[in-house]
């Protein structure tokens, strides 16, 4: 006869008996959160918590911080079990605790070195995920200027032990290059390959780039294709927004489908992705009849993102505001939105903003203002910048006139622009100025742009 699994033969009869069932582990917790089983997470890690067990604790903290498996969302709660764990010696609880104070959640102020003391010991119980989270508190510079030797080689020791979000930081350090970190497509591309072999859905987008663009290897448009598909199924906005940005541009085999590229865009509106935002509204304003203009959806669109933090999205509202499309003119909108984003740096703003100051649009006429933000701008190489500085400071009939200055500036401007036409129609305007000045300003002014263009 086939003896029953876990049964005994006594006086000829198969006796089954009740054997004790294996005890529930951290890890079993684990396992079905991973697997978004968050009821059996929380019934798993709930009395292994209230036993005192540090990461059980933690793992609780995060459900907490969630509010899944049942548990409502608790801030105050999350973070008093998160204190609980670390301070229980919880490497999980300890790299989740300098996860609140690096970004400031759960009510918390953002604090540098509080974060830093809690991700070093965090370190030093093991957390690979300590790692990552301290080498991008040093990115980040809340620490002072970024030691990047010790970011890279963080960020290394957390991918050789299959932290994910590390490979996928590597990638995008090299692909983009720092100060005192050279661009490397190779090396990006060799760390995307290893985000992609573990699941990371960053690391997907990135690789589905440098294999649209051929970066540190071939060409592949197809694989880049799957490899943005794949990020976006694994929940990655930013996704859609690339294969939108392709098919509305078009790439090798792949013909241009403003259509298909809407289609993308809105997959990441849903995300709530803000270039997807940003580049749908684009779409709605250009005047193309495949996809029919739309200035209030457009208004709407470029808000969310400029609420978002996006200064491109900023400057596009303001433009719409500032001629009326989707809604009334309203300089008064233009000019803040442009205010806003030239102090948050964007250049293109600095710029804009000096036309509204010098034609009195939004706000009173202020020539010396529209001049400072002419010169903001040209000194970080915008050319229509430089030209709109060289026109005010030629008017010898107001302030802030200086002729030679504004000569210079013409000439760095032609100097400084790539396109072939505009550089032309450049340099006959600086050829039309410098013919009403005589010949020692002329001199002077050829003086003073060789040292503009050294300096900026």
Known sequence: MIRPQNCILAAGLALCLALPLAAQTVDDARAAYRADDFARAVEIARPLADAGNPDAINLMATM?????????????????????????GSAAGLNNL???????????????????????????????????????????????????????????????????????NLANLYLNGREGLPVDDMRARQWAERAVQLDNARGMRLLGYMLEFGLGGPEDVPRAIAMYQRSFDLGDGAAANDL??????GATGVPANRVTAATWFERGIALQDTWSHVNMADLLVDGEPDVPDNGVRARALFGFAHEAGNLDASVQLSYLHWDGVGGPVDYDTARSLLTYASEEGDIGAMNDLGVMLQ??????????????????????????????????????????????EGLAWCHFSSEREESRETQLEYRQNCSDIAQDLPEADRRAAIARSIELLAQF
């Open 64 to 88: 907490f911080e969630d509010g899944v498996g049942g548990l409502p969302r608790d801030e105050a709660q999350a973070l008093a079990l998160y204190t609980q764990a670390a301070g229980l």
């Open 98 to 168: 300098g996860r609140i104070y690096h970004h400031g959640s759960l009510g918390q102020a953002v604090d540098a070195s509080r974060a830093e003391q809690l991700y070093l010991q965090a370190i030093e119980g093991g957390s690979q995920f300590g790692e990552n989270n301290y080498a991008l508190l040093l990115e980040s510079g809340l620490l002072g200027p970024p030691d990047w030797g010790r970011i890279v080689q963080l960020y290394e020791s957390a991918a050789a032990r299959d932290e994910p979000n590390a490979a996928a």
């Open 244 to 249: 939108g940005l392709l098919y509305a541009y």
């Open 359 to 404: 034609q009195g649009l939004g706000g009173p006429v202020d020539i010396f203002g529209a001049a400072h933000l002419y010169q903001r701008a040209a000194e970080r190489g915008h050319t229509l910048g430089a030209q709109n500085l060289a026109y005010i400071l030629i008017d010898t009939t107001k302030a802030p006139a200086d002729p030679v």
